[in-house]
């Protein structure tokens, strides 16, 4: 079953948003105290993960392409109409910014190489490891974010279960056209490009910048378009 990983990932993602319910009423001052502790971990997460790179100069065009189309769309002002509409749509007292919570936790759980090799591993070799594993980080996680910024976190289940699930069941379509070889440095690649995104995620959660990261979401997919010249040419 391709999808078996990516429910399970969508599931304790749920379980984690509702244990984390249950440490809402702790003072404000260790909230604030625990976000931190989350950003300087997605923090070294990220930058384990950009210094996995190899070549620079693809994911540097990767990210300005990225920029251009994301700032050109307006993807983040799109994304927070959406959390704001959920927002709307779902009243419950004192769960906090229900779009903050959304969008922050989309970003962690769906930027990263577990995502996709995960996916592509639950598709080609039906073998749900690695997905099962992002599942209980992500659980933990989902914890929490929801103990500090509060119920909107459960709406990320949403994109993960779309995004993961549309890879596991393309990955066989893309077994039969990619050499093994390529892939291996698309996901290399993708692994340093996603870094850079989970390292801005971090420096937003510790307040020192404030980097519209959903603007730069097509850097993933312009990294694909220029992976694919690279490979075509040399």
């Known amino acids: 079953m391709a999808l078996l990983g990516t429910l399970v990932n969508g599931a304790l993602i749920i379980v984690g948003v509702a244990i984390g319910l249950l440490f809402r009423n702790i003072p404000e001052r260790m909230k604030e105290t625990v976000l931190f502790g989350i950003g300087l971990v997605v923090l070294l997460l990220g930058i384990q993960m950009a210094l996995e790179g190899s070549n620079i100069v693809l994911i540097l065009l990767s990210v300005l392409s990225g920029a251009v189309i994301g700032e050109s769309m307006q ?101 039969q056209w990619i050499p093994q070889s390529a892939m291996e440095l698309f996901i290399t690649e993708l692994t340093a490009t996603g870094g850079l995104l989970i390292i801005a995620i971090g420096l937003n959660i510790l307040q020192i910048t404030k980097i519209r990261i959903a603007n730069l979401l097509p850097s993933i997919l312009t990294l694909f378009l220029f992976w694919s010249i690279y490979t075509f040419i040399f």
Do not use: C
């Open 75 to 175: 993807l983040e002002e799109k994304l927070n109409a959406i959390g704001h509409w959920i927002e709307s749509k779902v009243s419950i007292k004192n769960q906090g910014n229900i779009a903050q919570g959304f969008i922050t936790a989309t970003l962690i759980f769906v930027i990263g190489a577990m995502a996709v090799i995960g996916a592509l591993d639950s598709g080609l070799r039906n073998d749900h490891e690695v997905l099962i594993t992002k599942a209980f980080l992500d659980g933990f996680m989902a914890l929490i974010l929801t103990s500090t910024l509060g119920f909107g976190v459960i709406f990320s289940v949403i994109p993960v279960v779309l995004y993961q699930g549309s890879i596991a069941l393309g990955a066989a379509y893309i077994n």
